[in-house]
């Protein structure tokens, strides 16, 4: 189970959203709950928030929505395994996230390749430099 130094009955909703690997830094969660991308039990709130086991908590990130109950509190970030036993996913936004993945990836598949988002390779990079160093 997930490791703790010290029991917590309540922890920030940013520093939480860090510790179950939603964000890579703390000051993105804090970013995301200000922008008004999370909301605890149905409202929006602040990174300070402190919540607790058993919270409904929704996160908006990118293009897809996140809604889950709390089970854990844990102040470290851990291992992914670790992290995904502080929430469990409801089965009506596990499906609808599935469904916008499968949704994406088809629309992707139906583009020309020229069309697709990459980064440029070396040639093309050189290129742009020249062109750049040209008009300069």
């Given at each position: 189970m997930?490791?703790?130094l010290a029991e917590v009955s309540e922890i920030r909703i940013d520093k939480w959203l860090w510790a179950a690997r939603f964000f890579k830094t703390r000051s993105l969660a804090a970013d995301a709950v200000n922008g008004g991308k999370v909301h605890v039990n149905g409202q929006r709130c602040k990174p300070?928030?402190?919540?607790?086991?058993?919270?409904?908590?929704?996160?908006?990130?990118?293009?897809?929505?996140?809604?889950?109950?709390?089970?854990?509190?844990?102040?470290?970030?851990r291992p992914a395994k670790e992290a995904a036993l502080l929430y469990q996913e409801n089965e009506a936004s596990s499906a609808k996230?599935?469904?916008?993945i499968a949704l994406h990836k088809q629309q992707q598949a139906f583009l020309h390749p020229s069309e697709r988002e990459r980064k440029p390779n070396k040639k093309q990079r050189r290129q742009i430099h020249r062109f750049k160093q040209d008009a300069g």
């Open positions: 997930v490791c703790r300070g928030k402190d919540i607790k086991v058993g919270d409904v908590v929704t996160v908006t990130k990118d293009q897809y929505t996140w809604e889950i109950q709390v089970t854990d509190l844990n102040k470290q970030r996230r599935q469904e916008q």
